[in-house]
C-alpha cells in the first residue's frame, strides 16, 4: 500500500516563502511521477507542479511558474514544493499525487497515489 504525507502548510503573510514536503511510503518512489495539486476556497482542485523521473521533465501551472520550484529526492522518496513569493491567491489545500511515469502529468486522472493535503495560508 502507497501513503504519501504531506507537510509544511501553515499561515504566512503575502511576498514570503514556504516549503512543503511530501514523503511518499510503500511502492517503488522511482517510478512515480510526482505532482502538486491544490484546492482554493470555493474551487475546483487544479494542478500546480509535477516532476517525472528525472528533472528533464517538469511542468508548472502558468500561476505559479516562476515562483514555484518542484524538485524530488529518490533516496528520502521525497517531492517537495519551494513557493515563494507567495500570494493571497495561493491560499489552498496542497496536496500531494503519484501516478505513472516518466513525463510529468498534468491531469488529476493521471495520478493513482494522493495525501491528504496540507493548508496554507497566505494573508496580506
Known amino acids: 500500500q502507497v501513503q504519501l504525507v504531506e507537510s509544511g502548510g501553515r499561515s504566512v503573510q503575502a511576498g514570503t516563502s514556504l516549503k512543503l514536503s511530501c514523503v511518499v511510503n510503500?511502492?517503488?518512489?522511482?517510478?512515480?511521477?510526482m505532482g502538486w495539486f491544490r484546492r482554493a476556497p470555493g474551487k475546483e482542485r487544479e494542478f500546480v507542479a509535477s516532476?517525472?523521473?528525472?528533472?528533464?521533465?517538469?511542468a508548472y501551472a502558468d500561476a505559479v511558474k516562476g515562483r514555484f520550484t518542484i524538485s524530488r529526492n529518490n533516496d528520502k522518496k521525497t517531492v517537495d514544493l519551494d513557493m515563494n513569493n507567495l500570494e493571497v491567491e495561493d491560499t489552498a489545500v496542497y496536496y500531494c499525487?503519484?501516478?505513472?511515469?516518466?513525463?510529468?502529468?498534468?491531469?488529476?486522472?493521471?495520478?493513482?497515489?494522493w495525501g491528504q493535503g496540507t493548508q496554507v495560508t497566505v494573508s496580506s
Open positions: 499525487a503519484g501516478g505513472a511515469g516518466p513525463a510529468a502529468r498534468l491531469r488529476e486522472e493521471d495520478y493513482i497515489f
Open positions: 516532476i517525472g523521473w528525472t528533472t528533464n521533465w517538469l
Open positions: 510503500g511502492g517503488t518512489f522511482t517510478t512515480y511521477t
